[in-house]
């Protein structure tokens, strides 16, 4: 049986109320009383149960999440996540709320970050901008004791305390080998749609992807990257003009959001030559456009997992307990027109 804190009361010969005040570490115990208590503690092997004292304490962990204001189907999603997240909020004992700030703005996130610093939150959760300013202020928020969790897009190199989304580099070589299979002998262009180069995930999918079309299929030239910032309408604009200047387009990889633009382009401008298309994330949009022959496959995230999973990580974090790895991991989903879910 675990020891308990009679056990502990019971072997240094002090009151349940002293062993309390010892192990909350608060005033009103004698030096040499809060001794007793502590070897009483190492000999028995005592582990407290974190979770179990702030839920009799009716603790209740503040929590924020950053996210990029987008007009595009995926953060709509990863907010509905947060929302049924914030429905949990009293079983769980969270106080969620969400901030927005402008899409692949390092300064704006900043500045959000610096104003937490003040309001002193359990835990932050944020769909991280790569940049070296907003490196140095997760840095600091660490040292300084703020639990950080990135979201979607990591920031590598940080002090960050989890990354809750898939393996990019994977998810851009397996686009490439789903692209380069589904085009088999054929020899032309692939035009790349992206958000910005401004965020890791992109960049890494990218790097994946160029790595697996350099090594395995050289027939294939990719085309110089487009940048959508995640717009319907700026994709849809890049994608349309791309179409209509290059004939040589046989394939498509969008590894970023902005997918409503993108197969608005395809159907418009796309009708007269055939095109193999991957794309990111299962949203209505993409659903009806693989069901439709317009997209041949989507690479999907849970959006779901990534904000339950953060979650429990500033939770734990909060609580100075480890994380369950592989509770954690964010599997990447492939889906065709056959299984979709």
């Given at each position: 049986?675990?020891p308990?804190?009679?056990d502990?009361a019971?072997?240094?010969?002090?009151?349940l109320?002293?062993?309390?005040?010892v192990?909350n570490q608060?005033p009103?115990?004698r030096?040499?009383t809060r001794e007793?208590?502590?070897?009483a503690?190492?000999?028995?092997g005592?582990?407290?149960?974190?979770?179990a004292?702030n839920?009799?304490?009716g603790?209740?962990?503040?929590?924020?999440?950053?996210?990029p204001?987008?007009?595009n189907?995926?953060?709509?999603?990863?907010?509905?996540e947060i929302?049924?997240?914030?429905?949990?909020?009293p079983?769980?004992?969270t106080?969620?709320?969400t901030?927005?700030?402008p899409?692949?703005?390092?300064?704006?996130?900043?500045?959000v970050?610096?104003?937490?610093?003040?309001?002193k939150?359990?835990?932050?959760?944020?769909v991280?901008?790569?940049?070296?300013?907003?490196?140095?202020i997760?840095?600091?928020?660490?040292?300084?004791?703020?639990p950080?969790?990135?979201?979607v897009?990591?920031?590598?190199?940080?002090?960050?305390h989890?990354y809750?989304?898939?393996?990019?580099?994977a998810?851009?070589r397996?686009?490439?080998?789903?692209?380069g299979r589904f085009?088999?002998?054929?020899?032309?262009e692939?035009?790349?749609?992206a958000?910005?180069?401004l965020?890791?995930?992109?960049?890494e999918?990218l790097e994946?992807?160029?790595?697996v079309?350099?090594?395995?299929?050289?027939d294939l030239?990719i085309l110089?990257?487009?940048?959508?910032?995640?717009?319907p309408?700026?994709?849809h604009?890049l994608?349309?003009?791309?179409?209509?200047?290059?004939?040589?387009?046989?394939g498509?990889y969008?590894?970023?959001?902005?997918n409503?633009?993108?197969?608005?382009a395809l159907?418009?401008?796309?009708?007269d030559r055939?095109?193999?298309?991957?794309a990111?994330?299962l949203?209505?949009?993409?659903?009806?456009?693989?069901?439709?022959?317009?997209?041949?496959a989507i690479?999907n995230q849970?959006?779901?997992?990534?904000?339950r999973?953060?979650?429990?990580?500033?939770?734990?974090?909060?609580?100075?307990?480890?994380?369950?790895?592989?509770?954690?991991?964010?599997?990447?989903?492939?889906?065709?027109?056959?299984?979709?879910?």
């Open positions: 049986m675990r308990t804190v009679h502990i019971a072997a240094a010969g002090v009151s109320a002293t062993v309390d005040r192990l608060r009103g115990v030096h040499v007793k208590v502590e070897a503690i190492r000999e028995l005592y582990i407290r149960d974190v979770a004292a839920l009799a304490k603790r209740t962990y503040s929590l924020v999440f950053i996210l204001a987008s007009d189907s995926f953060m709509y999603g990863l907010n509905a929302r049924q997240a914030i429905l949990r909020s079983a769980e004992r106080d969620i709320r901030i927005e700030v899409a692949f703005d390092p300064a704006a996130l900043v500045s970050l610096e104003e937490l610093s003040r309001e939150p359990c835990g932050i959760a944020m991280a901008t790569d940049a070296p300013e907003v490196r140095a997760v840095d600091r928020l660490v040292r300084a004791g703020f950080i969790v990135t979201l897009s990591d920031l590598t190199g940080s002090l960050r989890h809750a989304g898939v393996d990019n580099i998810a851009g397996t686009a490439a080998r789903l692209l085009l088999g002998p054929r020899k032309g692939i035009a790349v749609l958000g910005s180069m965020v890791r995930d992109h960049r999918r994946g992807f160029t790595s079309m350099a090594e395995e299929f050289p030239t110089p990257v487009l940048e959508g910032r995640d717009d309408e700026i994709a604009m994608v349309a003009d791309a179409l209509s200047r290059n004939a040589g387009i046989i498509v969008s590894l970023g959001a902005g409503r633009g993108l197969i608005r159907k418009e401008k796309a009708v055939t095109l193999t298309v991957i990111h994330e949203t209505a949009h993409t659903r009806a456009a693989l069901l439709d022959h317009t997209i041949d690479l849970d959006a779901g997992h990534e904000v999973s953060a979650v429990r990580v500033l939770k734990a974090k909060a609580d100075g307990l480890a994380v369950i790895e592989a509770q954690e991991r964010i599997r990447l989903d492939i889906f065709l027109k056959d299984n979709l879910p």
